[in-house]
């Protein structure tokens, strides 16, 4: 009896096993899915529309507006952002679960793998969910991140991002992730 009630108590007592860090659930992946998609849109629709006054417009826009429309996705405990390991501005830098996400596009692009439709998703160690989608390098890309950048575009990024390592990059190219932390 006594050893019974000493395994109840320790039961009790125990702490809950450990979560997966791949016990992402349907349902967490989905809300992770819309959030970065949501980015995306917001993002590619405000920059497209900047591009109609000139590539230097769209930098100065990407560089005003890019934070608070991030931000803006942000929302019901959700963190949204973007990484890279060649930021333009270096709040964006890859680290930690971010640059791991960013590792697995990476691995799957030098296998062959297709990056769009690819997804990275984890439990922290805290219990929020990491969700990231890659960001691959479009023809409209080129204007600001490519190998040949019109010397009005260079001085505008220099104006802007006087760090930048954001260029050098060709169509199909890793850019970056778009990520996601979503609340326990």
């Known amino acids: 009896m006594r050893a ?4 109840i108590c320790l039961l009790a007592c125990s702490k ?4 997966k860090r791949d016990d992402v659930t349907p349902d967490q992946r989905a809300r992770g899915a819309a959030l970065i998609g949501e980015l995306k ?8 529309a900047a591009m109609g006054q000139g590539v230097p417009a769209a ?15 942000s929302r019901e405990g959700a ?18 679960w971010q640059a791991e996400a960013l590792a697995h596009f990476e691995k799957l692009k030098s296998s062959g793998t297709p990056l769009p439709g690819q997804s990275f998703a984890r439990v922290l160690p805290d219990g929020r969910i990491a969700y990231a989608e890659p ?10 991140h490519g190998s040949a ?16 390592r954001a260029t050098g990059y060709a ?3 890793l850019r970056g992730v778009a990520w996601v932390e979503l609340p326990k």
């Open 59 to 73: 930098i100065a826009t990407c560089h005003t507006d890019a934070p608070s429309l991030t931000a803006a996705v």
């Open 79 to 96: 963190v949204v952002g973007r990484a890279t390991n060649k930021p333009r501005n270096p709040k964006n830098e890859a680290s930690g």
């Open 16 to 19: 809950p096993a450990p979560t």
């Open 135 to 144: 960001l691959v390098i479009q023809e409209l890309c080129l204007n600001c």
């Open 41 to 48: 849109k917001t993002l590619l629709q405000t920059l497209t």
């Open 4 to 7: 019974a009630i000493v395994a």
């Open 171 to 173: 169509v199909g190219d």
């Open 149 to 164: 950048i019109a010397p009005e575009v260079q001085a505008a990024l220099a104006s802007s991002y006087p760090n930048d």
